[in-house]
């Protein structure tokens, strides 16, 4: 499997959903709270599939 850096919008959607997934573990809205794992979890898939698929 050969790995290829991601595009900077990846980089920068990953970074985004990541911290919010963080923050909203923190936070008092309970709406949030609830999501904070998929947050975290889609931020990390995202930056997984920019590396491993070329073009994306």
Known sequence: MRLT??????????????????LSAFSRLVFLVEWS???????YILLFLGNVFRGL
């Open 5 to 22: 850096p991601p595009k900077q919008w990846v980089f920068f959607g990953s970074l985004f959903l990541t911290v919010i997934g963080v």
């Open 37 to 43: 794992v998929w947050f975290f979890l889609a931020g």
